[in-house]
């Protein structure tokens, strides 16, 4: 599941945000949940979902200025606080 896609961009995973930055921008993507994993491929983020059991989770996506990332991650924490 292609989630994310920006050219000419650097990839990063860390903990459960994957990020794609480039000249524009940044883009991060998170997931809450279980039974899926972010992954990069040819400069997309994709969500690699666990084959044969159901999988439930959620989706966060944000992009802007690679200064403004922080509040998406508070937002992310809260979920998975939230979950708990």
Request: no cysteine; net charge positive.
């Amino acid at each position: 599941m292609q989630l994310a896609y920006r050219q000419r961009s650097k990839s990063k995973v860390e903990g459960n945000i994957a990020t794609l930055t480039s000249a524009e921008g940044i883009t991060a993507v998170a997931l809450v949940g279980d039974g899926a994993r972010l992954a990069f491929e040819n400069a997309r983020i994709v969500a690699k979902v666990a084959g044969d059991s159901a999988s439930r989770f959620k989706v966060l996506v944000w992009s802007g200025a690679a200064s403004e990332l922080l509040p998406f991650r508070w937002v992310v924490m809260l979920q998975i606080f939230l979950k708990h």
